[in-house]
């Protein structure tokens, strides 16, 4: 109903009220009359009503009280659990983060290993004393599995109580995190321990870090502070112990109770005594002083405890007699009312008729005035006119926008002061009145109606005319009610442009949006959903178009399936409207999401996400990354080992070699003594063997490469590999076209070649194809984008694939390890492929594996292209091992080895002169300058090393010749020399013609 109705209706009504004066005064007069007997009746009921109200307001309130309490309790009750839950999830939290920490493994292991050692102790000291600063921890232990303290951050720490040994044994036997029961520690103060095992990379168990907390410090406040003002109310933690109830917290009214006070189990009036039995929930009874309580109980989760939060009875109660006075206190005053009001109605009765009476005769005035006020007060302006058309009536509204007064526009045509036209065609619009008058209908403007006001301003407005009617219905005139629109455009118009820049927003927005709505089957399940909404980068982050409309199953065909936590996630959200955050992978997309999923209206969500594809891609690169490291750190481990090994066994292996020459030598061809020092001679052999596949791995070995082809090289070892690998085995040559030139010492090579062809052999003992091919290889960006472990560049590829039997997954990841093998005891030494990537790794090359099982196996070698032709290969003919009459200069720091060579020699004719170290052999031949014609020297020799001794030799006495040895030398600078410079090197263990052979060639030289 518009304001033009209303005001018509308030006009009809003051015409009525004249008219219906003197009837009202006739019935009122008739109904006063009451006798004093009715008043007293009339006392007498309001009296007993009152009362009866009273009470049941008392009883109402005093429910209400107690339920409203019980509900504070209960909030609270439900605040502290959280508290508590939250506290206990931290500390466990903290406790699984620390253990897990490889920086914390290892510092455990490392001391383990070396306890002695006052660095690894200190830096484990400093690691635990780190855990208590940044946790507020009391202390942090290190226990061994037995239980015994191995190191605590405060130093002070005892033998384990029984609660933190059956801690340790927990962790143990969960390998996780367990938080302890309350406990008293030996210093009297009560703990609780967070106990996680420390495991080494294997997984095997090092100690267990307990993280130690004091109840006094956090917990305790924690449970015993309320949050509202009470002079009783408290909170604490109880548990079953044996028969009693045990409280494990200070208590609010008892002092020095936390694990003193036991109440039994029988006793089942306690609020604690229930708690314990596993009652839960609201519970009235009386509390360990024996006072009446109202309390909350509950299960703390995952935790022997329980929970009591409860408030005196008395202090509930005080207020509920509070208002019980008020209330009382109140009826009282009441029935006073009441008396005073029948003594009044009595006494007043007679004065009521005059009064009324009068009242009657203001009621017209008062209508009349009513309706002014009425008038005036409307926001909207108002004119009333009469039968003819002439006003009678303008609110300051209409004054306003019509700019006449209500005095000089009274009784004036509504055309002259009411002037209307067209906003677009500036035509006069016939003025609703006119047509009132004519229909006796509500009338209302059209839109884009302009008024013209007295002094030239112009206001867009709406407006509506309704009839004037009397009692009896005839139209005694209008009402015309109209309002100024220039505010409300304006707010139309700011509303049109928020739509526009929410629009503008929404279709820019750096992240993609979709609106949507979720589509459920019989059963209530989600199972799809349709996007009413998305945005501009919803298409560009996920590359899909037309989605409007469409069911999500329908747009990505499989994405239930492969995705079915999308559906469970947005019916979630859709059906609580408890917003969610997650990472998802949408195989069908290929792109991995961050997503934000909220409700607001049930059955729809808004979803914002984010490509994070190639933040996922850089984690996955930085896993590869440190994989990679952890295999290289493991690798340089076990080659340093090897290699360690390797260079001590050089020197034992060539003197025993040497001595078994000469025996050999010195016995009969054909004798048994012979035939024993050929199988000990072969056995020395093997051994050294060993020792060069030692530093092949380890990297430690002196390389002496060329440039060569490895087509080349591999045709002239194709007999002997079809020798090695047997006739039920076909061999294939795959020569590539053009192949580069690639800098390698050649015997490594073909230990490489041969060692991966005697593998593919015994992966194929029923027969089978070895195929070895070479090409020419460039790795480019792309390529390594899905090949991890490639490097960029130009390689000349050598690939070895066989038919046989295939590995694993498993097997693979260990194929590199040294001694790892797969072949039966006696069959392998399980160096055969460490000697391989330790060659390739020498190189600066590149190595994969391909396999699978039942399909066979391909070994990729990558050697770097270098840009010098291909030297010749070919098999050399060796000279005859000659000696000679020269004096040669041996320095070697090894005695047997000193001694051994030197008596090979003077067998051999030539003068030995020998040096224990650098220092000495300078002495020898400033002693014997110029009778020295060559020098032998060991790269590596205590206070000198070969290449100073060199170095001052040439100084003084430039024609003399140098040869040295090598085994494997800890400084790479001091073999690198040798080779880099092209002097002339053997390496240990050589045999009596390899030594002479070489002697020769550089004196020869």
Not at 770 to 789: C, D, M
């Amino acid at each position: 109903m518009g304001y033009g109705t209303l005001v018509a209706m308030a006009w009809g009504w003051v015409v009525k009220v004249g008219a219906r004066a003197w009837e009202v005064m006739v019935e009122k007069v008739l109904q006063i009359r009451m006798s004093w007997r009715n008043q007293a009746v009339w006392f007498v009921l309001a009296s007993l009503a009152l009362i009866v109200a009273g009470l049941g307001y008392y009883h109402l309130a005093v429910q209400r009280l107690r339920a409203e309490r019980y509900a504070d309790i209960e909030s609270i009750a439900e605040l502290k659990m959280d508290q508590i839950q939250r506290w206990r999830r931290e500390r466990l939290a903290d406790a699984g983060r620390t253990v897990k920490s490889p920086l914390m493994s290892k510092a455990v292991g490392d001391w383990l290993r070396d306890p002695e050692n006052p660095s690894l102790r200190n830096t484990l000291q400093r690691r635990l004393d780190l855990e208590c600063d940044v946790g507020a921890y009391g202390d942090a232990i290190l226990f061994s599995p037995d239980g015994r303290v191995l190191l605590s951050a405060s130093g002070q720490a005892d033998a384990p109580e029984d609660e933190a040994y059956r801690t340790i044994q927990a962790a143990i036997a969960r390998s996780n995190a367990v938080l302890s029961d309350f406990f008293r520690c030996s210093d009297g103060r009560i703990c609780l321990d967070a106990t996680a095992p420390v495991l080494d990379a294997d997984g095997h168990l090092l100690a267990l870090l307990a993280l130690r907390s004091y109840a006094d410090d956090l917990l305790y406040p924690l449970i015993q502070s309320w949050p509202t003002h009470s002079q009783s109310a408290e909170t604490f933690l109880v548990r079953a112990d044996g028969g009693d109830v045990l409280f494990l917290n200070e208590l609010r009214h008892r002092k020095n109770s936390a694990l003193m006070l036991r109440l039994p189990l029988s006793r089942k009036d306690i609020p604690a005594v229930q708690a314990a039995l596993g009652m839960q929930g609201l519970f009235e009874g009386r509390d360990y002083r024996g006072v009446r309580v109202l309390a909350d109980l509950r299960a703390i989760p995952d935790t022997p405890w329980f929970m009591v939060a409860k408030v005196d009875e008395s202090e509930i109660m005080a207020e509920a007699g509070y208002r019980a006075g008020v209330t009382a206190l109140f009826v009282l005053l009441l029935i006073l009312l009441a008396a005073e009001a029948a003594i009044y109605s009595y006494r007043n009765s007679q004065a009521a008729l005059y009064r009324r009476l009068y009242v009657t005769e203001r009621q017209q005035r008062e209508a009349e005035e009513e309706f002014r006020t009425t008038l005036y007060s409307i926001g909207d302006a108002v004119i009333t006119t009469d039968a003819g058309g002439r006003i009678r009536n303008m609110n300051p509204v209409a004054e306003r926008l019509t700019g006449w007064s209500e005095s000089d526009a009274r009784g004036k045509p509504l055309d002259e002061v009411f002037r209307i036209v067209n906003e677009d065609t500036r035509a006069t619009v016939e003025n609703p009145a006119v047509r009132v008058l004519r229909e006796g209908t509500i009338v209302g403007l059209a839109n884009h109606t302009l008024l013209l006001s007295k002094d030239g301003k112009e206001y867009p407005i709406a407006d509506s005319g309704a009839p004037i009617r009397d009692e009896a219905g005839t139209v005694i005139g209008v009402v015309l009610v109209f309002r100024d629109q220039t505010g409300e455009r304006a707010a139309q118009e700011e509303l049109r442009a928020s739509e526009r820049r929410y629009r503008l927003l929404f279709d820019n927005m750096l992240e993609g949006f979709a609106y949507c709505r979720i589509l459920y089957d019989e059963d209530g399940r989600p199972v799809d959903y349709i996007h009413l909404a998305v945005n501009n980068t919803f298409e560009q982050l996920t590359g899909l178009k037309d989605v409007i409309g469409r069911p999500i199953t329908e747009v990505i065909p499989g994405i239930r399936e492969a995705n079915p936590e999308l559906f469970e996630i947005y019916g979630r959200v859709a059906q609580s409207g408890v917003p969610e955050r997650f990472e998802t992978m949408v195989p069908a997309l290929g792109r991995h999401f961050s997503v934000s999923v909220h409700s607001v209206e049930r059955g729809t969500f808004y979803v914002t996400f984010d490509n994070i594809t190639a933040r996922k891609r850089a984690e996955e690169e930085q896993a590869r990354l440190e994989t990679q490291l952890r295999q290289a750190q493991k690798m340089e481990a076990v080659g340093q080992l090897a290699g360690g090994i390797a260079h001590d066994f050089n020197n034992l292996l060539q003197v025993i070699l040497g001595h078994l020459e000469i025996l050999r030598m010195e016995s009969e061809p054909n004798s048994s003594t012979r035939q024993d020092l050929d199988e000990a001679y072969r056995a020395a052999e093997r051994a050294a063997d060993l020792t060069k596949q030692l530093l092949a791995f380890s990297r430690r070995q002196v390389i002496q490469p060329v440039n060569l082809d490895l087509n080349d090289l591999i045709q002239t070892l194709l007999k002997m590999i079809h020798r090695l690998i047997g006739e039920h085995i076909e061999l294939r040559f795959l020569r590539g076209e053009n192949l580069g030139t690639v800098c390698v010492d050649k015997g490594q090579i073909e230990q490489v070649l041969m060692n991966l062809c005697i593998n593919a052999r015994d992966a194929m003992p029923g027969g089978g194809m070895l195929t070895i091919e070479t090409e020419n290889v460039t790795i480019g960006q792309e390529y390594r984008k899905s090949h991890s472990w490639a490097e960029e560049g130009r390689y000349v590829l050598l690939s070895i694939t066989d038919t046989g039997h295939g590995m694993d997954d498993e097997t693979m990841g260990k194929i590199f390890d040294p001694f790892f093998t797969t072949k039966a005891l006696g069959h392998g030494t399980g160096l055969g492929l460490a000697t391989v990537y330790g060659i390739v790794k020498h190189h600066n090359g590149l190595i994969h594996v391909y396999s699978e099982p039942g399909k066979g196996t391909t070994f990729k070698i990558y050697i770097s292209i270098v840009d010098r032709p291909a030297e010749t290969v070919g098999n050399k003919i060796e000279p005859r091992a000659a000696g000679g009459t020269e004096t040669i200069l041996m320095a070697e720091d090894e005695e047997m080895v000193r001694g051994l060579v030197a008596r090979l020699l003077r067998n051999a004719g030539y003068t030995v002169l020998t040096a224990c170290d650098g220092e000495e052999a300078l002495r020898i031949f400033e002693e014997h300058d110029g009778e020295i014609h060559l020098a032998l020297l060991d790269v590596m020799m205590p206070k000198l090393g070969g290449r100073e001794v060199m170095e001052r030799i040439q100084a003084k006495s430039p024609r003399v010749r140098f040869l040295f040895s090598s085994g494997y030398s800890e400084n790479a600078v001091h073999t690198n020399f040798v080779v880099k410079e092209r002097f002339n090197l053997i390496t240990k263990p050589y045999r009596t013609p390899e030594l002479l052979r070489a002697i020769r060639k550089v004196l020869d030289a």
